[in-house]
């Protein structure tokens, strides 16, 4: 009888040992079905340089005779909301002023951040942010023509002959709001719209800096404006 006992109780122990088991084995699996959920949830977002260019600049450069130019543009991503983002570029423009002629040419760089405002769905990157930069360009004003305001309202024209001013600079604030959308894997078509406000320009002696390379045309408050669309591609470097 003793060793019947014995016998059921080693039995037993065994049965629950291997319950034990298998419930530990459960709670494994409900735990790694809870990670591959969340990680299926909260998808990793990839982090690369974004790099492209503006497809207005060189669509102006052909259609019309007084402006060449090119941009470049890129960012790179800080964290899920925040990135990196700059602007190089170099323009050419001929502008007809009231009482003048003038062909400016040089280049421009802005720096700054955007912030993603946009909450993507599991494998969506696409943007719609806010941004600022800082800017600063380097170029070159050549005066063409120019009228002399003489007795009364007549204005008798003259020619610059080439009068080039050199290693004129401005520096620049920037608001910016635009968007990005992923239209093929790591492929971003976006739209961005800037408006700059002039910290600091050295005008010529004759005239002044009506129009700077990175801003466009400056308004007598010394306010500007521009749009750009741009194609870039992110060059995946990892997940987080």
């Known amino acids: 009888m003793l060793k019947y006992f014995i016998s059921c109780f080693i039995l037993l122990c065994s049965f629950v040992s291997i319950a034990q088991n298998k ?20 998808n990793p977002k990839t982090y690369g340089l974004r790099i492209g260019f503006d497809l207005v600049k060189p669509v102006l450069s052909f259609s019309n005779d007084d402006i060449k130019g090119a941009e470049v543009v890129a960012d790179y991503r800080i964290n899920t909301r925040l990135y990196a983002a700059g602007e190089m570029g170099y323009t050419q423009r001929t502008i007809q002023e009231d009482y003048f002629n003038h062909t400016a040419k040089g280049t421009y760089l802005k720096l700054g951040v955007n912030y993603n405002l946009y909450t993507n769905w599991l494998d969506m990157d696409n943007e719609t942010y806010l941004g ?47 968007i990005k959308v992923e239209t093929f894997k790591n492929l971003f078509l976006g739209f961005m719209v800037s408006f700059s406000r002039l910290i600091t320009t050295n005008d010529p002696d004759n005239f002044k800096n009506t129009y700077s390379p990175g801003i466009g045309k400056i308004s007598k408050t010394g306010a500007g404006a521009n749009i750009n669309y741009t194609i870039t591609y992110r060059i995946p470097l990892y997940k987080k």
Request: charged letters at 25%.
């Open 23 to 42: 419930e530990l084995d459960t709670i494994n699996t409900i735990k790694e079905i809870k990670r591959d959920s969340v990680g299926e949830f909260y």
């Open 132 to 178: 600022v930069r800082y800017g600063t360009s380097i170029f070159n004003n050549e005066l063409n023509n120019y009228k002399v305001y003489q007795y009364g309202d007549y204005f008798d024209p003259k020619t610059g002959n080439g009068i080039k001013y050199n290693n004129l600079n401005a520096h620049w604030l920037e608001l910016v709001a635009g």
